[in-house]
């Protein structure tokens, strides 16, 4: 037996032997922007499969983490379908191909996996004579089976990299496979198991669909860990491996099912075993459940998996108890998965619970509709229209609706379903027009027109530029239009060659200033030199943006004469708010870096905002900050700004950047060359020792002393497991405190009545005043429950030889309440005492049981859980004391009235 640990092992090493780079598994939040999520192993290598850039080896080979949903519906149903996964490649790169590829599987699988050959089966494409004649010389003739484009073809895409792959298939067995008479290599059945694809990129495919030979030929293949514990260890079903089989067993121990007896029992344990290590991962690299892009593919599968639990007669929470199932099975190879464990129970806890309560009600609706539409006999197809209202009132993802209509043998009105989402898109559509929102389709074609925006703002806050295009934008449907000319009083967007102002990105918002255009006498002089009053025109810069990357405008309007395309001009920052900005955004990453060392290293950054005035940040915590814990993030942030560190920024490779511990923002896509920013820590520059060092592209301060000071404004939760931090820095810091401080000491005088000088002597007065006060008022107390208790003794009833005092009593808190049973206890020396009194806008009660009639039998817990059921209460407690409470009031009158009817039928 190997474990999976074992495999992954073997398999990096028997690569690395053969000289190939072993390369970590990147995240499964790909930096490609038109990928979701990692689904291949190929994928961190794109780039170099496509030529681009410097080839840093030639050679690789990974254990990758992937996520797909494309076979969603096939998990749990087959023995091989899984959502999450782990693909073990080996790529080349313009390096060997075909004959080492198919030599080097044949080897590893055979002589270090020791898998048996005579069950093993190659297909290649069916054009392939080369693979086909490989092949040959490791399996009989008859086991390597040609097949069409279908299955032996792979294609990025219409066009581009393309070329034949080779599959290596293991037979199974016919007890596994569909019993058709036609079940062969190919049959899409259990029986024949794809353990390793071999895709041999070699042709270009153009737009006419000729496939032209690449000039670098490449080698990408992927094998899933869990499709070959699976055949190394001799097993029939991928759930039964050392990663799957424990969490299945788990949940069995937490609900009392058995694995194994019921086929439809097994489907719901084996889908929930595969989503919680998907849902697992997903959080804790950052990804929320959400409505739209990756937060809704997570939120579809918990919700996939709550309606597994229900299948399965499981109503508690149980989800989040498995994540820390999968944290300790995998925990080991993959880290932060342990740094992370709290928050992503969290908010797996939070989004299943939420669920849970919509499921019933949505539940009740579709029930009611199938039950409508067969009463009706109506077609078994669920209209368009209320598919659609399942899934945007109740959140029930259309293929959750989709599995409960097959199970009652009815089926959904997709194109319906489609219409009224296209409506709702359309209204949401006008609802936002006017909002800024633009197409961005426009500025990717200006960008591939007039060339990037060459950002200077690191080095300048002002410098000398062209007017390279000047845009309009139509308010009432906000098209933006070039024009060659701005005139005084026109609001405009203004491209220049270079500038000095950054575009918002990042969290931070962009600068602003102005944008001077020089008179024609002056173009020779220095910048320095130039007088404002001098100037020909004169342009406020109110904003600057980055729609797409690469591309500055600058959100303007024309103050004096006329601007056009072509223009010299001078920008000119505006230095002193570039200063607030930068010292909010040096704060952020000291206030990160606190985080992390209050908190623990699960923080992590879920969003941002850096402006002049405040800063805003979103970190992954699962709980509120404590009074302690913002006061102590609050002081390592301003001894750092004591401190006085220096602030270093570099450029480097993202790879190198992350090999070197820079902290990188979830969400925020980075190119190949990438920005990092060091705070340093006492006298060490190295990174590994840095207060802080992460990604980023944004405006700092020289050194952390530049900020001044830092203030907490406030901190608040805004999503399941996600907290933000509201806070101030430098002068903003300085004015909020001195304004609430002196607010506070104003309202204060204004309330006590009295001057400044006076104000600790008149509080103390008060206090003084108050505890007497406090006193005198238990008194009054004390000598009212006392007249009322004699009230009550006089009223007391006899069943049979028992004395019951069943009474409604007037206290404002549990502590009345049970002076009035002690006393009442006190006075009758034998009895039973039911007392009940709202408290708070809800139904208080209590029992007391004498020592005498304990000794009987009658118990105050019983008595008390009783007499709460009629207020839709519960209580209980001691034999002689006990305690309930009750949500209806209009009951509590009735329910002491048949306290006494009670009595008898309570004796222990």
């Given amino acids: 037996m190997l474990t999976t640990n074992e495999i992954r092992k073997r398999f990096l090493d028997y690569f690395e032997k053969r000289t190939h780079k072993v390369v970590s598994s990147m995240s499964l939040i790909p930096q490609d922007p038109t990928l979701l999520f990692t689904s291949a192993g190929m994928v961190q290598f794109k780039n170099m499969f496509l030529g681009k850039g410097k080839l840093a080896f030639r050679r690789a080979a990974s254990s990758q983490i992937c996520f797909r949903t494309t076979d969603i519906e096939e998990v749990g149903n087959t023995a091989r379908h899984l959502t999450f996964f782990e693909m073990l490649g080996n790529f080349s790169f313009g390096d060997y191909f075909k004959k080492e590829a198919i030599e080097w599987a044949w080897d590893f699988l055979i002589k270090e996996m020791g898998l048996p050959q005579e069950k093993l089966y190659a297909s290649v494409y069916t054009e392939d004579e080369e693979a086909y004649e490989l092949w040959k010389r490791y399996l009989p003739e008859e086991r390597v089976v040609k097949l069409g484009k279908e299955d032996n073809f792979w294609e990025m895409g219409p066009t581009g990299p393309c070329g034949p792959c080779s ?9 596994m496979g569909c019993g058709k008479p036609d079940c062969a290599p190919g049959c899409d059945c259990d029986r024949w198991l794809e353990v390793w694809n071999l895709v041999f990129t070699q042709f270009d495919k153009d737009e006419q669909g000729n496939l032209n030979p690449l000039p670098q030929k490449n080698i990408d293949t992927g094998m899933g860990l869990e499709r070959l514990a699976e055949v190394v260890n001799g097993k029939n079903n991928c759930f039964d491996i050392d990663l799957l089989r424990p969490i299945i067993d788990h949940t069995c121990e937490l609900t009392g099912l058995e694995y194994g007896k019921d086929e439809k029992v097994d489907v719901s344990l084996r889908i929930i075993a595969d989503h919680v290590r998907a849902i697992t991962f997903l959080i804790s690299e950052g990804v929320l459940p959400s409505n739209e892009g990756r937060g809704y593919v997570l939120r579809r599968i918990l919700r996939r998996m ?4 229900r299948l399965l007669g499981v109503k508690q929470s149980l989800l989040y108890k498995l994540t820390g199932k999968v944290v300790e099975i995998m925990g080991d190879t993959y880290s932060n998965l342990r740094s992370r464990r709290e928050h992503i129970a969290t908010v797996t806890k939070m989004e299943e619970e939420k669920f849970q309560e919509t499921l019933d009600a949505g539940m009740r609706i579709l029930d009611g509709l199938i039950k409508d539409l067969t009463s009706r006999g109506k077609k078994r197809v669920i209209p368009g229209e209320e598919v659609f209202r399942l899934y945007d009132t109740y959140g029930f993802p259309l293929d959750l609706t989709k599995e409960i209509a097959q199970e009652r043998d009815f089926s959904l009105d997709f194109p319906g379903f489609e219409r009224e989402m296209e409506a709702q898109k359309k209204r949401a559509r006008e609802a936002w027009k006017g909002s800024g929102e633009v197409d961005m389709g426009f500025y990717e074609e200006l960008k591939k027109e007039l060339g990037e925006t060459l950002f200077r703002g690191y080095d300048f806050s002002e410098l000398t530029s062209q007017i390279r295009a000047i845009l309009k934008r139509d308010k009432s449907t906000n098209k933006v239009t070039k024009t060659e000319e701005a005139k005084e009083g026109e609001e405009v967007e203004i491209i220049l060659t270079e500038t000095p102002f950054y575009g918002e990105a990042g969290g931070q918002v962009g600068d602003a200033g102005k944008i001077l255009k020089p008179s024609g006498k002056l ?10 009053e001098d100037m020909e025109a ?6 600057a943006k980055r729609p797409v990357e690469g591309l500055v405008i600058h959100n303007c309007k024309v103050v004096t004469d006329n601007l056009k395309t072509g223009d010299v001009v001078v920008a000119y920052v505006d230095v002193s708010r570039r200063q607030d900005i930068a010292r909010h955004h040096t704060a952020t990453h000291l206030l990160q870096s606190a985080l992390r060392q209050v908190l623990g290293k699960h923080v992590g950054q879920s969003g941002s905002l850096v402006a002049p005035d405040r800063l805003r940040f979103d970190y992954t915590h699962s709980k509120p900050l404590t009074k302690r814990e913002i006061d102590r993030i609050e002081e390592i942030v301003n001894s750092a700004i004591l401190k006085n560190f220096p602030v270093l920024t570099s450029e480097t490779t993202l790879s190198q950047a992350k090999d070197m511990g820079a902290l990188a923002f979830f969400g925020e896509k980075y190119g190949e060359k990438v920005r990092t920013v060091m705070v340093t820590s006492e006298s060490l520059s190295a990174p590994q020792y840095a207060y802080s060092f992460e990604l980023c592209g944004g405006i700092h301060c020289r050194s952390t002393g530049e900020i001044g000071l830092f203030k907490i404004i406030s901190e ?3 999503a399941a497991g996600v907290r933000r931090i509201e806070a101030r820095a430098g002068k903003r810091a300085y004015q909020y405190m001195k304004e609430v401080l002196e607010r506070k000491i104003e ?10 000088n006076e104000i600790v002597s008149r509080l103390e007065k008060m206090v003084k005043e108050n505890r007497a006060l406090a006193k005198e008022i238990e008194s009054l107390r004390g000598q009212t429950v006392s007249s009322s208790v004699e009230k009550l003794v006089k009223k007391a009833k006899t069943v049979g030889k028992i004395k019951l005092v069943s009474a409604k009593v007037e206290a404002t808190n549990r502590t009345i309440l049970r002076s009035f049973g002690d006393q009442l206890r006190d006075k009758l020396k034998s009895g039973i005492i039911i007392l009940g009194a709202v408290i708070e806008g809800k139904v208080a009660l209590l029992s007391v049981v004498t020592q005498d009639l304990v000794k009987k039998g009658y118990h105050a817990g019983k008595i008390i859980g009783e007499v709460a059921k009629l207020v839709n209460g519960s209580g209980g407690g001691r034999p002689d004391m006990a305690q309930a409470g009750g949500k209806s009031v209009n009951k509590l009158d009735s329910a002491l009235a048949k306290a006494e009817k009670l009595i008898p039928k309570i004796k222990k």
């Avoid at 599959?167 to 007890?175: A, K, W």
């Avoid at 173009?523 to 404002?532: F, G, N, Q, Y």
């Avoid at 004169?538 to 904003?543: A, G, H, N, S």
């Avoid at 309202?747 to 400044?756: D, F, Q, S």
């Fill in 167 to 175: 599959e290596v298939l293991m037979d199974m067995g016919e007890d």
């Fill in 747 to 756: 309202e204060i005088t204004e309330v006590l009545k009295v001057p400044v």
């Fill in 306 to 309: 709550v309606r597994q639990e």
């Fill in 716 to 718: 608040t939760g805004i």
């Fill in 538 to 543: 004169k342009v406020e810069v109110f904003d």
């Fill in 523 to 532: 173009k020779d002089i220095k910048i320095t030199e130039i007088r404002e």
